[in-house]
């Protein structure tokens, strides 16, 4: 077999056409044992992941300006220090690959570098066993702007011990042929459909807050049966990353612990619709005391941390 064709060479990844890349735990051998027994330098049984941005350059220290370092034009600062012919094929093949399909798809110019809009509420959510398949764009974009911002160590790769991956906590490997995303994501959706229906048969309002979740909107507990399953099947379509999604949230929902997230998370954002939570600065605020920034990470947050218990208990108990 042919090697596949390459897309980016990134600090250590080969980015390479109808491949399909895995996230998985970055061993610390310096952590507590449990830690490493995990292989992990988060502590495993959080799963909180990171979400992390483009790469962001200061070009003026006074006023805090600068610039996003995407690497899609040869001016960018990743680039310094290199001969321009090579640049120029690099940023070149970049465009080719990613940036005019992602833009085909979501709106010329929307990667522009000084698209602040954009790139200001840009993230990319890491967690274990996430999976970046090279034939969605969007997921590729994802991928390549995670590895531009060294977030990923590349296993097997010869930059474990560079200083530029010292904050990274995931670890990041290539997985399989086209041939094999192909099945896997064929297995991936029926399994979310049989676990779906399994759900909606048992506590339809419980399956709603599942799918308000994982921010999917129009579903309600009036809408009937039919409509749910096809509108489920359509968003699991949409995008490779979609049945992963439904997989963690499914999983949420068999632990006893952890279906309090999805609950409180539904019930702070009715919360914050009744005005109960404010969002102040970036941070919601309940009777003065910052939650979180986010409502997701701001309810596992407080479900996982004993210490907080009264505040879950008051926050589900409010009569919304």
Same mark, same amino acid.
């Given at each position: 077999?042919?090697?596949?064709?390459?897309?980016?060479d990134?600090?250590?990844?080969?980015?390479r056409e109808?491949?399909?890349?895995e996230?998985?735990h970055?061993?610390?051998?310096?952590a507590?044992?449990?830690?490493?027994?995990e292989?992990?330098?988060?502590?495993p049984?959080?799963e909180?992941?990171s979400s992390?941005p483009?790469?962001?350059?200061?070009?003026n220290?006074?006023?805090?300006e600068g610039?996003?370092?995407?690497?899609?034009y040869?001016?960018?600062?990743c680039?310094?220090?290199?001969?321009k012919?090579?640049?120029?094929?690099?940023?070149?093949t970049?465009?080719d690959?990613?940036?005019?399909?992602?833009?085909?798809k979501?709106g010329?110019?929307?990667?522009?570098h000084?698209?602040?809009?954009f790139w200001?509420n840009?993230?990319?959510?890491?967690?274990?066993?996430?999976?970046?398949?090279?034939?969605? *764009?969007?997921s590729l974009?994802?991928? $390549?702007?995670a590895m531009? =911002?060294f977030e990923?160590?590349?296993?097997?790769?010869? @930059? +474990?011990?560079?200083p530029?991956f010292?904050?990274?906590?995931?670890?990041?490997?290539?997985?399989n042929?086209?041939?094999?995303?192909k099945?896997?994501?064929?297995v991936?959706v029926?399994?979310?459909l049989?676990q779906?229906?399994?759900?909606?048969e048992k506590?339809k309002? *419980?399956?709603?807050?599942m799918?308000? $979740?994982?921010?999917l909107i =129009?579903?309600?507990?009036?809408m009937?049966e039919?409509? @749910? +399953?096809?509108?489920?099947y359509?968003?699991?379509?949409?995008?490779?990353?979609?049945?992963d999604k439904w997989?963690r949230?499914?999983?949420?929902?068999?632990?006893?612990?952890?279906i309090?997230?999805?609950?409180?998370?539904?019930?702070?954002n009715?919360?914050?619709?009744r005005?109960?939570?404010?969002?102040?600065?970036?941070?919601?605020?309940?009777?003065g005391?910052?939650?979180g920034?986010d409502l997701?990470?701001?309810?596992?947050?407080?479900?996982?941390?004993?210490?907080?218990i009264?505040?879950?208990?008051?926050?589900?108990?409010?009569e919304i």
């Open positions: 077999m042919s090697e596949k064709k390459l897309i980016a990134v600090n250590g990844l080969k980015i109808e491949s399909i890349y996230v998985t970055r061993v610390d051998h310096t507590p044992d449990g830690f490493v027994n292989g992990a330098t988060k502590l049984s959080m909180i992941g992390v483009c790469p962001f350059v200061e070009t220290k006074v006023t805090g610039v996003y370092d995407s690497g899609f040869i001016e960018s600062p680039y310094q220090g290199m001969k012919e090579e640049v120029r094929k690099i940023v070149s970049l465009r690959k990613i940036m005019y399909p992602y833009e085909a979501f010329k110019g929307i990667l522009d000084q698209n602040e809009s200001d840009f993230n990319v959510d890491l967690y274990a066993g996430r999976y970046f398949s090279t034939e969605d *764009v969007e974009l994802h991928l $390549y702007i531009r =911002g990923l160590l590349p296993k097997d790769s010869n @930059m +474990k011990g560079s530029k010292k904050d990274a906590q995931y670890s990041i490997e290539d997985k042929t086209v041939r094999n995303i099945e896997e994501r064929a991936s029926l399994d979310a049989v779906f229906g399994k759900v909606l506590d309002e *419980v399956l709603v807050n799918l308000k $979740y994982l921010r =129009g579903f309600s507990r009036k009937d039919v409509t @749910m +399953k096809a509108s489920f359509e968003w699991l379509n949409k995008s490779v990353e979609n049945p997989k949230v499914y999983d949420m929902y068999l632990d006893d612990k952890k309090d997230i999805i609950n409180l998370f539904v019930s702070m009715k919360l914050t619709e005005g109960i939570i404010t969002r102040e600065g970036g941070h919601y605020i309940y009777k005391q910052r939650i920034s997701q990470n701001a309810a596992e947050k407080i479900v996982m941390n004993e210490d907080m009264s505040l879950k208990t008051e926050l589900l108990e409010i």
